[in-house]
């Protein structure tokens, strides 16, 4: 290139994209009175599960969210998604667990919370390995991008054996210093 064409070449400076943060109080949704919680529940309850009515998980995602029709839906896709609701993981999502759920949606770290329920996919309140990369692994962004599940930020994590798990607490830990890096 001659000196000529550097002299027209102008210098691009991008302006980080300012995002404001919400304020925790315009995230907080009211919880339901518990008469009108029922409604929606008994809604959808189409089995009994030990004398209780309940919800079949694949129900639950497909009817009562709207997620994933029936001709689109991955089994796993589906179990991941249950086991967010589905506290015991037997399938079946009582009313007890359908209020547990919608006390999780209206606290304020819903989006920590939820992720963790999803990677805690035993309902240990813990997190291992094998639940960390099952989740990882199912996702269409390892598919594009193969997440490395041998690198220094796993074993500090798990441990190098891989044997540790870890908590909630923890678990959060882990987001804010990704997010920090996004």
Do not use: W
């Amino acid at each position: 290139m001659s000196s000529d064409n550097l002299k027209t070449i102008k210098r691009i400076h991008l302006e980080p994209i300012p995002i404001s943060r919400p304020k925790v109080q315009d995230l907080l949704v009211e919880q339901a009175d518990d008469e009108s919680l029922r409604a929606i529940f008994d809604k959808y309850a189409t089995h009994k599960i030990l004398n209780q009515k309940a919800i079949k998980s694949e129900d639950f995602i497909q009817k009562y969210l709207g997620l994933l029709s029936e001709k689109d839906a991955n089994e796993k896709t589906l179990k991941i998604l249950a086991n967010l609701v589905d506290v015991n993981k037997d399938g079946y999502i009582t009313y007890d667990e359908f209020k547990i759920f919608e006390e999780l949606l209206c606290s304020p770290d819903v989006l920590f919370k939820t992720a963790f329920q999803l990677f805690d996919t035993r309902g240990t309140g813990l997190v291992s390995f094998d639940d960390f990369k099952e989740i990882l692994s199912h996702t269409i962004l390892n598919q594009l991008i193969p997440f490395d599940f041998e690198s220094d930020f796993v074993n500090n994590l798990f441990g190098k054996d891989k044997q540790r798990q870890i908590n909630y607490q923890e678990f959060s830990q882990i987001i804010h210093v990704c997010i920090r890096f996004v």
